[in-house]
């Protein structure tokens, strides 16, 4: 009963990157957005930078979400199809 496609070991990773509550709601809504930066992240949420900046490490080192650099910033998207499908059975 064994999918060659199904890769369990990176589920488990984003899995566990997705269940903590605010990291939830990040990667969620940068799905439904294009991109978004930390500053708008900590108005939106309500919480310090650092403790965002945290988050955001966490999903990005799971391949939850991406980050590139625009000029002083650093711009965060989802891009990953398995997460956008796990995101999209939520909404």
């Known amino acids: 009963m064994k999918d060659e496609n199904f890769n369990i070991e990176e ?10 509550p ?9 799905m439904l957005q294009p991109e978004c930066n930390v500053s708008k992240m900590c108005k939106c949420l309500n919480i ?3 403790t965002v900046s945290q988050h955001l490490s966490i999903l990005k080192n ?5 980050g590139h650099r625009r000029a002083n910033q650093i711009c965060y998207k989802v891009e990953n199809p398995k997460v956008i499908n796990i995101l999209k059975q939520i909404s």
């Open 22 to 30: 605010i990291r939830l709601t990040i990667a969620y809504n940068l």
């Open 48 to 50: 310090p930078q650092p």
């Open 62 to 66: 799971a391949n939850v979400i991406s």
């Open 11 to 20: 589920y488990t990773i984003i899995f566990k990157a997705l269940a903590h």
